[in-house]
């Protein structure tokens, strides 16, 4: 079973795609559940922290490997 | 000699100074010796803050346009429509731009040089528009919710359009565009952008 509750592919997107697609993804979720995100954009890692920042959800990970930028986001209440 | 800046004040000096020698003379008129001289203070110094020349160029526009963690917050305050994004992310441009048309005389002086370096930064600059734009309507466009258009055509025209009203407002001050101050001005075009796509804005 995986961490995650929903999973949203965006990688080859760049700003302000991939924080669209979180957004819209985060509504179908209920509190407490995670988004887990996979993106390409290099300033997706900036992005995703402002994201949390701004909108009360946690970022509980946030991880790059071979030139991928992965996310996982609790909803917030 | 001198007088002695903490590093946080050196640093803030030398961006002002590069910024107004780029926006004169452009990346290649200007060197790091120059920029040095200008300051009174000896190339190391500067060497010292920016690893070369070439970061302390991006460093100034990075200095005058908009943070990413702006667009962020277009998007987060959006009604997630793609009309709405599109006009908060362009205002946030335009404001950023327009409070310091250096920024724009930069983008002017690296098309008249033709250098690849200079041009892939502002390319980058636009990518949140061209990119935007172009991946919105082939979505809009397989959800039926538009007739095809050829999004990257579509995205060139949009930078055009605001660029030049970007450089009749900040740079030439037209007075053909008197009348209509640069929001406006952007709201307008984005308005006949819209139109020309065939994109109906959702209802507020």
Redesign the interface.
């Known amino acids: 079973m995986s961490d995650f509750d929903l999973e949203l592919d965006a990688r080859g997107?760049?700003?302000?795609?991939p924080?669209?697609r979180a957004?819209?993804g985060i509504q179908k979720l209920n509190p407490g559940q995670v988004l887990h995100v996979i993106a390409t954009d290099p300033?997706s890692v900036?992005?995703f922290e402002?994201?949390c920042k701004?909108?009360g959800n946690e970022l509980l990970a946030a991880t790059q490997e071979s030139g991928e930028y992965k996310f996982d986001i609790r909803k917030g209440q | 000699m001198s007088k002695r800046l903490k590093a946080s004040e050196r640093k803030a000096t030398i961006l002002a100074v590069a910024k107004v020698l780029f926006s004169d003379k452009g990346y290649h008129g200007v060197s790091v010796d120059e920029i040095a001289r200008r300051l009174g203070v000896s190339p190391a110094i500067l060497y010292r803050h920016f690893p070369s020349k070439e970061a302390l160029y991006e460093e100034v526009l990075n200095s005058i346009a908009c943070k990413r963690e702006s667009y962020v917050e277009a998007v987060v305050n959006s009604d997630d429509s793609f009309s709405d994004v599109l006009r908060r992310i362009t205002r946030i441009y335009i404001e950023s731009v327009s409070k310091d048309p250096d920024y724009l005389r930069m983008e002017l002086q690296s098309a008249l040089e033709g250098s690849d370096a200079t041009r892939q930064f502002f390319e980058n600059r636009w990518r949140p528009f061209s990119d935007f734009i172009e991946f919105s309507l082939k979505e809009l466009a397989a959800q039926k919710s538009l007739a095809p258009v050829n999004g990257r055509v579509a995205a060139m025209a949009f930078q055009g359009m605001i660029r030049e009203a970007l450089y009749a407002k900040c740079i030439y001050r037209s007075p053909r565009y008197r009348e209509l101050d640069l929001y406006e001005l952007s709201e307008h075009l984005i308005t006949l952008f819209l139109n020309a796509v065939g994109y109906v804005e959702p209802e507020k």
């Open positions: 997107l760049n700003c302000p795609l924080i669209l957004r819209q300033g900036k992005d402002a994201f701004q909108t």
